[in-house]
C-alpha cells in the first residue's frame, strides 16, 4: 500500500485542525500604542547630521506632503507612549518610506526611544540649531531632556546615553510646558500630589537649574482657606493642566479639586490672584487676541464681547464640558446663549448651561487654533464662511468654503470626534463671510451664526422641515378604547391635510405638514418672503413621535406589588419605580396618569372565577386601567374604579408583584429620537411628584414664541398660555358647537425645536337632533411622527476611539491628534479641512 | 471452489477520508476515561478565596475538552504566603500528605519564583464539575460557607459546603470525585418551585449573602434566551438549605458580562440591585431580585430589570467586559473594563436614581482588557486592570488618573482576586492559557527607590516546573 499523498495528509490534518483547534487570534502590530501625547520638533537631516531648528524652519507641502523649500528640514513628530515607557520619532515630512523612525534598525521591528515608565507629557525648546525635547514619566520625580539632534539617533550606540540628562523636578507630573521669557527658557511642571507647580530654569543647557515648588494657594468654592486650614482636604489644589500665554507672561494652571484657575506671573515666577471660574477643571488652552469687530456688535449675546479679546477654554473636571473665561474683561462667557434679537436668552443646546458650550460629549483635550491667514491687528479678516455669490470689491474675493480661518479652539471628545469652537463668532450675517472687505454681500444667507463652529463648512441649506408627512399608525391595545366608530380616524397637526374640516388659509404660510418651526423672515425672493428658523442652531436633526396615551418611558416595568395603605387606598409599591423622575403626574386639570396591570390575576383558587370575571385574561383584559390618584417617586396611590369592586378584590387577585405601564391619560407623549421625553415632573414635597415651575416656565416661553410668530392676535395669546400641558406632553384641541376644531383652540405643544398643535379628527353622527360633529375617538397608541432635517450641525469629523491629545503648528494650519486606542498619530489640515495620514 | 472476491486497497482518498474521519471522531473524545489533573490547573478561569483568609479555590475549564471534567482545587493560602515570605519554605504542613514544594527561580521575573502547584494544592479535596466553567463567588452564611460556581458545559450552578480545612463538599467523595446532581442547580426544572432552569451561557455570578441571592448574567445573543436569572440560597436564615433555582428573566440587553451587587438604596432596603455590563450593547442595566411581600401571600420571589441607561458619549461603548465598585461606598462609583474604546471607565453612580449613572472619566489601558480589582490604600482607591492580550496588570489611580505601575504576566491573564487579609497584599491571577496562578507583591515598599518585589510576580503555581 503506498503511502498517503502529500494531499490525503493535507486533509488528514486540515481535519485535525478543524476538529481541534480554535480560530487562532490575531492581533495589531500597531507601532504606536497608548501615546499620551505629541510635540512636533524640525530637525533638519543632512545624511547622518540631524540639527534643530525652530518648527517655523519646517513646512510641509500641500501637494505631496513633502518638506517644502528646503528639502533638508523635515517636521518631526515625538510621540510618548505609556504603554511601552518608549518615544516614537515621526518624519512628517517624509516622501518615500515609512515615516517612523527606525531608532534602532538592527533589532526587528521598530524601535523607539526608552524614556522610562509611564511618560505622561512632551514638550520642547528648540532654538536655531540645537534643542530639546523633555518627556515627563509617570513614576518619576525627575523630567527627562533628550537632545533633539539624538531623536533619530539609535539609543544603543554608544554616546547617546550623554545625550539624555534627567533634570529633577520635585515630584510627579502630570503636565508639562516650556515658557520663553525674554532670554530665560523655563520648564514647567504640574505635581498634582504634591499641589505644586515645579519651575526649572533649563536657559543654560550645561546648568539646568534646581526645581523652584511653587505651591500653590486653596480655597475656592469651599473657602480661601490656603493649604493647610480648615477648609479640608478638599480646599487644597491639586493642579493638573499647564497653558502658556506668552503674550502677557502669564501661566495658567487648572485644578480639578478646587473651583479656580491659578495665574502664574511669569516674570516674578509669584502666583497672582486666582480666577474664580466656579468650576474645577482639567485642560486649558488660551487663544489669542480675536478681532476688533465692526459689524453687528449690537446682536452679540454679549455686546461686551466685541473688544479684541482672548479666551482662556476649560474642560471641566467633572463634565468634561467646556467653559470659557473671558481674560481681557475677567469674566465667564455664556457660551450656549443665542445672540440678540433672541431677547430671552434661550440656550443654543437647551440641554446645557447657558456658561457651558454647546456640547453634548465631554471634551478630552483642547488646542488654540491661531490659524497662519489671521493677523489680529489687521482690519476684519477674511473669514470663510461658505461663501458663493457674492460681489466683492476690487481686490477681495469671496474665501472658499470648508476653510478655517481666525482664532478659536479645537477640540476632541471623548466619542472620538473632533469639533471646533469659537465663543466671539459674531458675524450675524453673510457680510464678513462673503467678502474680505465686508462689502457687496447681502443679508440672505442663512449661515446665520455659529456659536461654536467657526466658519464651518456646514451648511443650513434648508430651513428645518418636516421630512414626510406624519405618518399614522394604529397600534390596538385591546382596550374598548381601542374601537373606532368610522375607520381609523386619527387627529392630524395643525394646518394639516385636509381630513379636517378647518382648513384655515393662515397656516399656508408655515408648512404642509402642521409642524411649525419658530421662524422668521430673512429675505424675500421673487416667489415672496423666505422665511427661516428663528434660532437656526436650536434646531435638530431629530425623529419624533407623538403617540396617544403611551407608555411613560421607563415605566414599564415588573416588580411593583399592589398593597392596601393604612386608610384602606390601593397603592402600588415600587421602590425602584422613579416614577416623579421618568415623569408621572397625577394633578386635577393638568395630567392625571393611568396604572395599567399587564399581568394576569394570580388568585387562590376559590378567588379565580371572581377574579377572571373582573379582569379578564390575557387575551381579554378588562378593567386593567386604574386611575392614578397621587404619584410619588416610589409609589402610586390609585383608585379603584366601581366596575373593580373595592381593594380586597384587586389584592385578592394580585397577589403577587405585578408587571405593570404607567400610561398618559388622555394625552400624547412627545419623544424625540436625541432628545427624548423632556417632561418638568420633579420629586416635590414627601416624594409626590409635582411639575417643576422653572422647566414649565421654559415651555411657556416657547410656546408664546411659537404663537407670536405664528401671528396669533395678542389678546389670544395668554389664553392659549394657561393651556399649555405639561412638558413633553401634547393634549388634543376640542370641537366647538358649530364641529370647527378651531386652528388658535388647540393647546399648544412647545419644546426647544418646534411647536405644533393637535386637532381632533372629526366625525358625523346622526342624532335625533340630525347630524352631529364631534371629535373621533382615539385609539390607544396611536402615533404620529415626523422628522426635522436640514437642521444645523456644528462641524465634527471623526478622529480614533480614544483621542487624548491635539497640537497645532501656528503656520502649518494642520492638526496632529492622538488617538490613544488605535489610530496612534493623525493629521488634519485646515484649509481645506480635509483628514490627512495616519501613523501608526 | 468458490472464488475469493479480489480484495483491493482503498482509493487514497478514501483511505484519507477514513483516517480523516477517524482523527475527528478521536480528536475531540468524549474522555470518559481520563481524569483531569487533582493536584494543578488546567485553563483556570475562576479564583475565590474563603471568608477566613486560609483557602484560595481556583476552578479549571477544561476548555479544550482534553479531560472529562473541570476542577474546583482548595489551594493553601497560608502555605502560599509563606512561601512568598520565605524561599526556603519547603512544605505546606496543612495538607494531608502533601509532597514537598518544588521551586525554580523564575527566569523572566527577577526575585520571583515558579513552583510547582502540586505542593500548594489540596488534592484529597479536589472536586471534579463539568466543562466550562466561567465564574465563581463564596457566600458566608450564618453557619455555614457556600463556594458556587456557574458551570457553561451542564447549565448548571455547582454549589459547594466549604469548611476551614479547604474541604469542599459537592456531594462527592474522594480526590476527584464528580459533584453530585444535588449540589447542581439549575439542571432539573423540578427542583425548582417556579419549574425553572439555568438559561444557557452564564457569564458571571455575584452574591448577596445578607438575603442568599445568587445572581447570574447570561451573555446569549438569542433574543429568545433569558439572560439573568435568580438562585436564592436557603442557607442565608441558617440552617442547610440548598440553593433553589427562582427565576429567568429575557427581553434583556444581549450579551450581559459581568455584575456587582450595588449598596442598599435608601427606600429600597428589602432588594438587592446589581448593575450589569453587556460586551454587545452599548448600556449598563440595573436589576433587582424582589422578595416577595410579607404582607401578602406573595411566595415567588424574582428578578428584574429596574433600569437600563446608555453608556453614551464614547466611540463604541459597547463591549464592556468586567466591573467593580469603589470600596468606598461615599464615592458612589463603579469601575468597567471596556474593549471599545480599550479603556478603564469610572461610572459615577446616583443611589437614588439608576438612570442617572454617567460615565464620568475614561482612560486609556494595555490592549485587551479583561477583568478587574479595585481595592483600597491609605483611603486611595487604586483599579488594577487585567489585559489578557498585552499580559499585564495595570495599577491605576483613578483620581490622578495616573498608572501606578504595571506587573508583566505570564500568557494569558485573567481572573483576579484580591488576598482577603487586609494585611496580606496580594494579588492572584489565574493564567488561562498557562495553567497557572500567579502571585503578585502589593506590598508597598519601605523605601520608593528600592521597590524590591513591588509589583512583581513573586510566584507562580505551574503544572510543573520550567525545563532547564
Known amino acids: 500500500m503506498r503511502p498517503l499523498s502529500l494531499r490525503s495528509a493535507a486533509l488528514v490534518g486540515a481535519t485535525l485542525a478543524a476538529a481541534c483547534s480554535t480560530t487562532p487570534a490575531i492581533s495589531n502590530t500597531n507601532n504606536i500604542i497608548r501615546a499620551t501625547d505629541v510635540e512636533l520638533v524640525c530637525l533638519e537631516v543632512v545624511g547622518s547630521t540631524v540639527t534643530p531648528h525652530p518648527t517655523t524652519r519646517c513646512s510641509l507641502s500641500d501637494t505631496d506632503n513633502g518638506p517644502g523649500a528646503n528639502a533638508n528640514f523635515h517636521l518631526h513628530a515625538v510621540v510618548p507612549q505609556f504603554d511601552r515607557g518608549e518615544l516614537a520619532v515621526i518624519d512628517l515630512a517624509t516622501t518615500s518610506g515609512v515615516a517612523l523612525v527606525d531608532n534602532s534598525p538592527a533589532i526587528p521591528g521598530y524601535s523607539f526611544v526608552p524614556v522610562g515608565e509611564f511618560p505622561v507629557a512632551i514638550t520642547s525648546d528648540v532654538s536655531e540649531g540645537s534643542g530639546y525635547v523633555y518627556v515627563a514619566g509617570g513614576r518619576s520625580d525627575r523630567v527627562l531632556r533628550i537632545d533633539a539632534a539624538a531623536l533619530r539617533a539609535d539609543p544603543r550606540r554608544a554616546g547617546f546615553a550623554a545625550r539624555r540628562v534627567e533634570i529633577s523636578i520635585g515630584g510627579l507630573a502630570r503636565d508639562l510646558a516650556l515658557v520663553r521669557s525674554g532670554d530665560r527658557h523655563l520648564l514647567v511642571a504640574t505635581l498634582p500630589e504634591s499641589r505644586a507647580v515645579s519651575i526649572v530654569d533649563v536657559t543654560d543647557p550645561a546648568a539646568p537649574g534646581a526645581p523652584r515648588i511653587l505651591t500653590l494657594r486653596g480655597g475656592g468654592a469651599l473657602g480661601d482657606a490656603g493649604a493647610g486650614a480648615d477648609a479640608g482636604a478638599q480646599a487644597l489644589p491639586h493642579p493638573v493642566g499647564l497653558a502658556i500665554d506668552e503674550e502677557s507672561a502669564r501661566i495658567y494652571v487648572t485644578d480639578d479639586a478646587i473651583d479656580r484657575v491659578h495665574v502664574i506671573d511669569v516674570a516674578t515666577l509669584a502666583e497672582l490672584d486666582s480666577l474664580p471660574v466656579g468650576e474645577r477643571t482639567r485642560v486649558a488652552a488660551v487663544t489669542g487676541l480675536a478681532r476688533t469687530r465692526r459689524y ?8 461686551d464681547h466685541c473688544t479684541r479679546s482672548r479666551y482662556l477654554y476649560l474642560t471641566t473636571a467633572d463634565e468634561g464640558a467646556v467653559i470659557v473665561w473671558d481674560l481681557t474683561r475677567g469674566a465667564r462667557v455664556r457660551p450656549n446663549v443665542l445672540p440678540q434679537p433672541n431677547a430671552r436668552g434661550s440656550r443654543v443646546e437647551p440641554s446645557v448651561a447657558t456658561d457651558r458650550v454647546a456640547l453634548l460629549v465631554p471634551a478630552t483635550a483642547l488646542v488654540a487654533i491661531n490659524t497662519s491667514a489671521y493677523d489680529p491687528m489687521a482690519r476684519d479678516i477674511p473669514v470663510s464662511s461658505p461663501a458663493d455669490t457674492a460681489t466683492c470689491s476690487a481686490g477681495y474675493t469671496p474665501t472658499a468654503a470648508g476653510n478655517f480661518s481666525g482664532v478659536f479652539v479645537g477640540a476632541v471628545l471623548r466619542n472620538g470626534q473632533f469639533t471646533v469652537i469659537d465663543v466671539d463668532d459674531y458675524n450675524v450675517d453673510t457680510w464678513e463671510a462673503q467678502c474680505q472687505d465686508g462689502a457687496g454681500s447681502t443679508a440672505s444667507g442663512t449661515y446665520r451664526f455659529v456659536r461654536h463652529a467657526p466658519h464651518a463648512q456646514t451648511q443650513l441649506n434648508l430651513a428645518p422641515a418636516v421630512a414626510s408627512a406624519p405618518q399614522t399608525t394604529a397600534v390596538l391595545s385591546g382596550s374598548a ?5 368610522e375607520g381609523a380616524a386619527a387627529p392630524v397637526f395643525a394646518c394639516g391635510p385636509s381630513r379636517t374640516r378647518d382648513m384655515t388659509p393662515a397656516c399656508n404660510d408655515a408648512n404642509s405638514f402642521g409642524v411649525v418651526l419658530p421662524r422668521r423672515q430673512i ?35 415588573t416588580g411593583g406589588a399592589l398593597v392596601a395603605d393604612s386608610t384602606g387606598t390601593l397603592v402600588l409599591e415600587a421602590p425602584g419605580g422613579l416614577f416623579c423622575t421618568r415623569g408621572a403626574l397625577a394633578v386635577d386639570a393638568i395630567a392625571r396618569d393611568m396604572l395599567r396591570i399587564v399581568s394576569d390575576p394570580t388568585p387562590l383558587v376559590a378567588d379565580r372565577e371572581l377574579c377572571a370575571q373582573t379582569f379578564g385574561s390575557g387575551s381579554a383584559p378588562l378593567n386593567r386601567d386604574l386611575v392614578v390618584n397621587r404619584a410619588y417617586e416610589d409609589r402610586l396611590q390609585l383608585r379603584v374604579a366601581p366596575e373593580v369592586g ?34 418638568s415632573v420633579r420629586v416635590g414635597a414627601g416624594r409626590e411628584c409635582e411639575i417643576d415651575p422653572v422647566k414649565q416656565a421654559e415651555v411657556v416661553a416657547f410656546a408664546e414664541r411659537c404663537l407670536l410668530d405664528r401671528g396669533t392676535p395678542s389678546p389670544q395669546v395668554p389664553t392659549l398660555l394657561r393651556r399649555v400641558c405639561p412638558a413633553g406632553r401634547a393634549c388634543t384641541g376640542t370641537v366647538t358647537p358649530a364641529g370647527v376644531a378651531l386652528r388658535d383652540d388647540a393647546p399648544v405643544f412647545a419644546n426647544p425645536y418646534l411647536c405644533t398643535q393637535i386637532y381632533p379628527a372629526l366625525l358625523q353622527r346622526e342624532t335625533p337632533r340630525g347630524i352631529e360633529v364631534v371629535a373621533s375617538p382615539v385609539d390607544r397608541d396611536t402615533q404620529i411622527s415626523f422628522s426635522l432635517i436640514n437642521a444645523y450641525e456644528a462641524f465634527r469629523t471623526d478622529t480614533g476611539p480614544l483621542p487624548v491629545a491635539i497640537r497645532h503648528l501656528r503656520g502649518l494650519d494642520r492638526l496632529y491628534v492622538i488617538d490613544a486606542a488605535q489610530n496612534g498619530l493623525m493629521e488634519f489640515r485646515l484649509n481645506p479641512f480635509e483628514r490627512g495620514r495616519i501613523f501608526n | 471452489m468458490t472464488a475469493r472476491p479480489h480484495w483491493s486497497p482503498p482509493s487514497r482518498a478514501l483511505r484519507a477520508a477514513c483516517l480523516a474521519l477517524g482523527v475527528a471522531s478521536v480528536g475531540c473524545p468524549a474522555n470518559e476515561g481520563v481524569d483531569p489533573p487533582g493536584d494543578s490547573f488546567f485553563y483556570p478561569v475562576t479564583l475565590a478565596a474563603s471568608p477566613t483568609g486560609n483557602w484560595l479555590y481556583v476552578t479549571s475549564s477544561d476548555f479544550d475538552l482534553r479531560y472529562n471534567g473541570g476542577t474546583v482545587a482548595p489551594v493553601d493560602l497560608a502555605c502560599l504566603r509563606a512561601r512568598v515570605a520565605d524561599p526556603t519554605h519547603a512544605r505546606c504542613a496543612a495538607l494531608p500528605n502533601a ?65 476551614d480545612n479547604g474541604g469542599l463538599d459537592c456531594g462527592a467523595e474522594g480526590a476527584l470525585g464528580r459533584c453530585g446532581d444535588s449540589h447542581r442547580v439549575g439542571t432539573d426544572s423540578a427542583q425548582s418551585p417556579t419549574a425553572a432552569r439555568l438559561p444557557p451561557d452564564p457569564s458571571s455570578i455575584s452574591v448577596d449573602p445578607a438575603r442568599g441571592w445568587v445572581f447570574l448574567t447570561h451573555q446569549s445573543s438569542d433574543v429568545g434566551l433569558a439572560r439573568a436569572s435568580l438562585i436564592r440560597d436557603g442557607a442565608a436564615g441558617g440552617g442547610g438549605g440548598a440553593p433553589v433555582m427562582l427565576s429567568a428573566l429575557g427581553s434583556l440587553s444581549p450579551g450581559l458580562s459581568s455584575a456587582a451587587l450595588l449598596p442598599r438604596a435608601p427606600g429600597s432596603e428589602e432588594r438587592s440591585t446589581w448593575v450589569v455590563t453587556s460586551r454587545a450593547e452599548a448600556s449598563l442595566s440595573f436589576f433587582q431580585a424582589y422578595p416577595g411581600n410579607a404582607t401578602l401571600r406573595d411566595g415567588s420571589p424574582f428578578v428584574y430589570r429596574s433600569a437600563i441607561i446608555g453608556v453614551r458619549g464614547l466611540s463604541g461603548g459597547n463591549n464592556n467586559r468586567a466591573v467593580a465598585l469603589d470600596p468606598d461606598a461615599s464615592r458612589h462609583r463603579a469601575f468597567v473594563v471596556s474593549r471599545a474604546p480599550e479603556a478603564l471607565l469610572t461610572v459615577t453612580l446616583d443611589p437614588a436614581n439608576p438612570t442617572a449613572a454617567v460615565v464620568s472619566d475614561v482612560l486609556p489601558v494595555p490592549q485587551g482588557p479583561s477583568r478587574l480589582v479595585v481595592r483600597s490604600v491609605d483611603g486611595r482607591t487604586q483599579v488594577l486592570v487585567v489585559s489578557f492580550d498585552a499580559r499585564r496588570v495595570t495599577v491605576i489611580d483613578p483620581d490622578e488618573r495616573r498608572v501606578i505601575g504595571q506587573v508583566v504576566t505570564r500568557r494569558g491573564p485573567h481572573q483576579a482576586l484580591l488576598d482577603p487579609s487586609p494585611s496580606q497584599p496580594f494579588l492572584y491571577v489565574v493564567d488561562f492559557l498557562d495553567g497557572a496562578l500567579e502571585v503578585i507583591d502589593l506590598r508597598p515598599p519601605a523605601d520608593p527607590a528600592a521597590p524590591g518585589t513591588y509589583l512583581r510576580r513573586v510566584l507562580t503555581l505551574a503544572p510543573q516546573l520550567p525545563q532547564e
Open chain 1, 481 to 485: 378604547r381601542g374601537q373606532t366608530l
Open chain 2, 99 to 163: 509532597p514537598d514544594v518544588r521551586c525554580v527561580a523564575d527566569r523572566d521575573q527577577p526575585g520571583g519564583f515558579v513552583c510547582e502547584a502540586r505542593g500548594f494544592v489540596r488534592a484529597d479535596q479536589v472536586r471534579r464539575i463539568s466543562p466550562y466553567a466561567v465564574d465563581s463567588a463564596v457566600a458566608r452564611y450564618p453557619d455555614r460557607t457556600r463556594l458556587y460556581v456557574a458551570v457553561r458545559g451542564d447549565g448548571s450552578v455547582t454549589w459547594f459546603d466549604l469548611d
Open chain 1, 296 to 303: 453687528k456688535c449690537d446682536q452679540a449675546a454679549d455686546p
Open chain 1, 646 to 679: 373595592d381593594v380586597a378584590t384587586v389584592l385578592r387577585c394580585y397577589p403577587q408583584a405585578i408587571q405593570f405601564q404607567v400610561r398618559a391619560g388622555q394625552q400624547w407623549i412627545a419623544q424625540g429620537s436625541h432628545s427624548h421625553f423632556l417632561h
Open chain 1, 523 to 557: 429675505g424675500t425672493s421673487s416667489a415672496g418672503p423666505v422665511y427661516g428658523p428663528t434660532d437656526p442652531f436650536t434646531s435638530r436633526n431629530e425623529a419624533w413621535t407623538f403617540a396617544f396615551e403611551s407608555v411613560l418611558p421607563g415605566l414599564d416595568q
